[in-house]
């Protein structure tokens, strides 16, 4: 088993390429969607030009203020103002469209990819960060490219454009500007790492309040049973105080970054009429375009408060931006051979399967003890075989290698005499299916859920598949037959009913070869009854092999496994092995003693 | 339509003064900063127009100047500049605060609430739900606090404009009073658009969550059943439907950023079109007609400020509204005045006719259960699922209150004893174990102070302390969510040892062995049995809910219950004989054990 891939300390450029490459839609619209982002900086300037205009031209006119001119002026810069705001609106169009296409795509591509993942049924505690990498991981991303993105590329644009039209004005004075600012820029590193290090500690005191929150919700009924509400309460106030007052530490770095533009404004200022001034005097400069530098100055300035404004949002982006993109990059256990070698791929034979392990060990993570060592053995076609043995023993491992969940670390499995990594996943898939121990149910009807076995199968077949199996009572007592909606997760069912599903699930896909992963929780005895019926149909003329964790189980298959500490211990039928002296007699006796209802020896 | 807009309106207008309300110094602070930065901006634009007319215009035209007045200039620049900028300051810093402080309050009184109200009330609210009220619906309803105070800021700036406007030129005061009431138009118009379509994206935000967390929940369905492709279609339409539903927000953002900065740029225009034929006339100077057209181009952003908060209140109401059902929700366990009987050993308890219902239940889960637990024995009760146990162990701590009858210990009612005295007589281990984020040693005292031998003691009976040994930092390694890495056995036994350590005179396990061995399972019960410090004392009585035959089977008697009735008592060889039912069901998890 592969844990996901962890960028934890990669920068947030090499974050940024490596997310590029992984989305092609996101970089086809970009260079057009920049473009617009320039034209849309003309806007901004064109005000301090018509300044300049109308006070040099319009009104110090040679013949007295030239009022035609200033409504020309006016005219067109007004008209070039309307034309900026079709281009940003053209241009914001095209951003969220490019940028929530890109995202979609990523969002359905780590989905597809996550369920290609080990990680998904092996640790279940970590589903929930999975779901988020494809939910909220991705909503910060897109909040970030469209709004702190943009206004980035704006922001340098705007610099960029200022720039210029300063420089054409007058080359001195844009000299005096940008010495200004020069300061500003070299500060800009160290704003961003102290801002990135206050931003930081919110985000670990969002954690702490989570966890504390979590306390008083999950825990809720030790915190009562135990009478510790005022410590439980005093914990939370704790957490939500340490997370105000790192709130209130990052927003005054970030204030103080904030204003720092405002004031090198104030100075660029001041240096622009002194200097302008000085160079007025010598008739190097006209006053129109000293009032224009000091209109362009406040263009210098908003891109610094922008930037104190977007950095903590692209911190988290990158963050989320990572964690998607780790998903992406770990590699799936096992690949589909159809997909990765199609010239060797190959099909199951349409005949019962027999089953064979060639020398198989298994270890979930490299230097871990094997769970499965060296297994070798055979399994007839239309054979019934229970593999029992304590938790642990590695009856379940056997279940994952047969039915390609994972691959052997050592040797091989083959199903019909085909090494099942050469077997195409449609025909693998089709041909043989596992029953898993909670056979998960969709919110949808019982008949759906059926037929995710078999997609295209109607109603009524599904009625008559339940039917087959002795089931057509239990359906007939449903509220719409198997119309009747299960609910989330199927927990209008009780455990037995979601189980009695599963069953039907996988007797409509009828599979050649059934791996069955035994309920471990007890029903009610009715349903077991209709259980223990149902798999008899299902079972009849398919090879099975039933992961037992009951006995009565491993009584009525055609052959036992035993399974001890990865190894297989010892095989034959239940009442060959019930007498021999060895580990499934005393499994037995034990069963029988506690069935006899005497406790235990205390080992 | 008109009408609903209405109310959304006023019911903004509503929350926003409720924060004003919660923080009126905060609020008047920020408020003031604003007014200050809001008044220095205006002042730059002015003191622009003095320094051209009075410096630039002299010594540009007429070759005049002085080093006395472009020092002036340069302090008069840098003055109003200090100004603003400490207004900036103050304005960012309390209205921070402000919002802050809304939301660590609130987040007080929402998990002061969860601890205050009873567990039914737990029980009729999904977790996921309680988690966001407390954390995003709290940040959603103040959000908007941040950028208020520059808001109310920008519209006290724009009323010293107006002024100003119209102090300096009657015809320049036009072009304000045009573009200023366009402004509050467009921004209307904006957040009407916008509402329903940021409602659309939430809920399909909702749904594309859901649906991974189903199709992820049935990985091994779907994988097993190659239904991969089919799932990704499924989740990639909803994910479509997002995409759209954003698109079509960026659309009316898309349109509104640009309108909302052109709108100062096309005023500045206009000021220059007029303003230079009222200089022509003579009406005004070059001067006044700079500042103004400057002023325009600084207003541009306190402008978007009254934006951003118009366009974030409707989400700020349905955080709020979805805050509030929490603050609102009463039924606070009342306590009575009784001391529980003074006594060591094991306390008696007692049913008296019990029923007890959950809201909304078909039918009740517990009627009419009556039976006695003598002091010092062992009672298991045992009962096919959904038969009402948990309820049943929960009664017996008070986690619930009956509907009907009553619940003894030691012959008081549970209801009239004090407040405390409950959790002081009796522990209560859970079906789900809960660890807190807090070391092994936080765990098991829940910081009692419970001398470190004790401690070990407890974890020996509860058979872990080897396992604790082995931890890198023994009983001060974390445990819980964030913390070492324990086996779902591991963690029951410590959660058994937080109840061993307070030696309970009465001991109720809701299945709180169910991830330990049997054998191990056994030792721990034996030594529960035996754990009285002074062995002549009577033992705790312990209540247990069981599965297991050996379990069972060191009852002193058991309790059968079936549809939340007691059906039957007795010995473990007695109800094996006399009731079918309990029989099968024994049996079916005997097998399911010995070999799992």
């Not at chain 1, 206004?151 to 644009?157: E, F, Y």
């Amino acid at each position: 088993m592969t844990a996901l891939v962890e960028h934890r300390n990669e920068g947030a450029v090499a974050t940024l390429r490596r997310g590029l490459r992984m989305m092609p839609e996101f970089r086809r619209g970009l260079p057009a969607t920049f473009a617009l982002a320039l034209m849309a900086t003309a806007g901004r300037v064109v005000v301090p030009i018509a300044v300049q205009q109308v006070i040099d031209r319009g009104l110090a006119g040679p013949g007295g203020p030239d009022l035609d001119l200033v409504r020309n002026v006016v005219l067109v810069c007004a008209v070039v103002v309307l034309l900026t705001v079709v281009a940003v609106y053209r241009m914001n169009v095209r951003l969220f469209r490019t940028t929530e296409t890109a995202l979609a795509g990523l969002r359905v591509r780590a989905f597809r990819h996550v369920h290609d993942l080990s990680v998904l049924h092996q640790q279940g505690q970590r589903r929930g960060s999975l779901v988020s990498r494809v939910t909220s991981d991705v909503d910060q991303l897109s909040t970030f490219m469209q709004w702190g993105g943009v206004l980035g590329v704006v922001s340098l644009g705007q610099l960029l454009v200022a720039t210029v039209v300063m420089a054409v004005y007058s080359w001195q004075l844009t000299l005096v500007v940008l010495v200004c600012f020069v300061p500003l820029a070299i500060a800009v590193r160290f704003f961003a790492a102290r801002l990135a290090v206050v931003h930081g500690v919110v985000r670990e005191r969002v954690g702490d309040v989570l966890a504390a929150v979590s306390e008083s919700v999950v825990g809720a009924p030790t915190v009562r049973a135990y009478g510790i509400r005022e410590r439980t309460a005093a914990r939370l106030d704790r957490a939500i105080d340490r997370h105000y007052r790192a709130q209130v530490r990052a927003q005054r770095v970030t204030a103080a970054v904030f204003v720092s533009g405002e004031f090198v404004a104030a100075v660029a200022n001041v240096a622009v009429v002194v200097a302008g001034v000085l160079l007025g005097l010598d008739g190097d400069l006209t006053p129109g375009t000293l009032v224009a530098f000091l209109f362009l100055v406040t263009l210098f300035v908003s891109p610094v408060q922008t930037a104190s404004e977007v950095l903590n949002e692209a911190q988290n982006a990158v963050a989320g931006f990572r964690r998607v993109l780790d998903v992406l990059e770990t590699e799936p256990d096992v690949r589909d051979p159809a997909v990765t070698d199609p010239t060797t791929a190959r099909e199951l034979p349409h005949t019962p399967l027999g089953v064979r392990f060639e020398h198989v060990t298994f270890r979930y993570a490299p230097g871990a003890p094997p769970a499965l060592q060296d297994v070798d053995l055979q399994i007839a076609p239309r054979r019934r075989v229970a593999v029992v043995g304590e938790t642990g023993s590695g009856k379940t491992t056997f279940a994952k290698l047969v039915t390609r969940l994972m691959d052997p670390t050592e040797g091989r499995v083959l199903l019909a005499g085909i090494p099942l990594e050469q077997v195409a996943f449609a025909s693998l898939r089709q041909r043989v299916v596992m029953v898993p121990q909670d056979g998960f149910l969709f919110d949808a009807t019982v008949a759906d859920n059926v037929r995710y076995g078999r997609p295209g199968l109607t109603d009524a077949a599904v009625h008559a598949a339940f039917q087959e199996l002795g089931l057509g009572d239990w359906v007939a007592g449903l509220a719409d037959g198997v119309a009747t909606r299960v609910g989330q997760r199927g927990e209008s069912l009780s455990a037995g009913e979601r189980q009695l599903v599963a069953v039907a699930r996988a007797y409509v896909a009828d599979p050649d070869l059934l791996v069955l992963d035994e309920a471990t929780s007890a029903v009610d005895p009715a349903t077991e009854r209709r259980l223990t019926h149902a798999l008899d149909r299902l079972t009849d003329g398919r090879t099975t092999l039933t992961i037992a964790h009951r006995l009565s189980t491993a009584e009525r298959a055609d052959e036992v496994l035993v399974v001890d500490a990865g190894r297989v211990v010892q095989r034959g039928s239940h009442a060959e092995l019930v007498d021999a002296d060895g580990p499934y007699a005393r499994l037995h006796a034990s069963w029988r003693r506690s069935s006899a209802g005497e406790p235990q020896p205390t080992a | 339509m008109p009408r609903r807009r209405d109310a959304v309106v006023r019911r903004g207008m509503r929350h926003v003064g409720r924060a004003i309300v919660e923080q009126p110094g905060m609020f008047t602070l920020a408020f003031l900063a604003s007014s200050l930065y809001g008044a220095m901006t205006v002042a730059s634009a002015y003191v622009l127009g003095e320094i051209t007319d009075r410096v630039v215009l002299p010594a540009l035209d007429d070759g005049v100047t002085s080093a006395g007045a472009l020092a002036l200039a340069a302090a008069a620049i840098l003055g109003v500049a200090v100004l603003k900028i400490l207004g900036i300051l103050g304005r960012r810093l309390f209205a921070g605060v402000m919002g802050y402080r809304l939301q660590a309050a609130y987040r007080r009184r929402v998990t002061g609430q969860y601890l205050r109200l009873p567990l039914s009330w737990h029980q009729r609210h999904p977790t996921g739900q309680l988690l966001s009220n407390a954390n995003s619906d709290v940040e959603a309803a103040w959000f908007f606090v941040a950028p208020l105070p520059f808001a109310c800021g920008a519209v006290v700036m724009i009323g010293i404009t107006v002024a100003v406007l119209v102090a300096t030129d009657p015809w320049l005061a036009v072009v304000g009073l045009v573009v200023f009431p366009l402004v509050f138009v467009v921004n209307a118009v904006y957040s009407q658009a916008m509402s329903p379509r940021m409602r659309r994206a939430q809920q399909l935000r909702a749904e594309v969550s859901e649906i991974a967390h189903e199709s992820f929940d049935a990985a091994l369905v779907v994988k097993t059943l190659g239904r991969e492709d089919v799932e990704t279609r499924r989740f990639t339409a909803r994910a479509d439907e997002l995409r759209d539903g954003l698109v079509a927000v960026g659309r009316v953002r898309g349109l509104f950023d640009p309108l909302m900065e052109a709108l100062p740029n096309l005023g500045t225009l206009a000021v220059l079109l007029i303003g230079a034929s009222r200089v022509a006339d003579g009406a005004t100077d070059a001067g006044a007609l700079v500042s103004i057209a400057y002023l325009f181009t600084l207003l541009a952003l306190p402008i978007r400020a009254i934006g951003w908060v118009l366009a974030d209140l409707p989400r700020a109401l349905a955080g709020f509204d979805r805050v509030t059902p929490v603050l609102d929700a009463t039924g606070e366990t009342p306590h009575g005045t009784e001391p529980a009987a003074a006594g060591t050993g094991g306390a008696g308890l007692g049913l008296r006719g019990v029923d007890y219902g959950f809201e909304g239940a078909v039918r009740p889960t517990l009627s009419g259960i009556t039976f006695d637990v003598a002091p010092g024995s062992t009672v298991a009760v045992v009962g096919p699922t959904g038969s009402g146990k948990s309820t049943l162990a929960g009664l017996l701590v008070r986690l619930v209150d009956p509907a009907t009858g009553e619940v003894l210990l030691d012959g008081v009612d549970l209801r009239a004893l004090r407040e405390g005295e409950v959790s002081a007589q009796a522990a209560f281990v859970p079906q789900g174990t809960f660890l807190f984020d807090d070391t092994v040693r936080g765990n098991v005292t829940l910081g009692a102070d419970v001398p470190d031998d004790e401690v070990w003691a407890a974890l020996q009976v509860a058979a872990v302390d080897d396992v604790v040994r082995r931890l890198p930092e023994g009983l001060d390694t974390r445990v819980g969510e964030r913390g070492a890495t324990l086996s779902g056995g591991q963690r029951q036994r410590i959660a058994l040892a937080r109840a061993v350590v307070r030696r309970p005179r009465l001991l109720v396990l809701d299945d709180a062995t169910s991830a330990v061995d049997p054998a191990v399972e056994a030792r721990i019960l034996d030594a529960l049995r035996e754990h009285p410090a002074n062995r002549a004392e009577r033992p705790s009585t312990v209540v247990v809910v069981a599965y297991r035959q050996a379990t069972i089977a060191l009852a002193d008697e058991v309790v059968w219950l079936e549809g939340g009735r007691v059906l039957a008592r007795g010995r473990h060889e007695q109800l094996l004989a006399e009731v079918p039912g309990y029989a099968a069901l024994v049996r079916a998890y005997a097998q399911t054990e010995v070999a799992a």
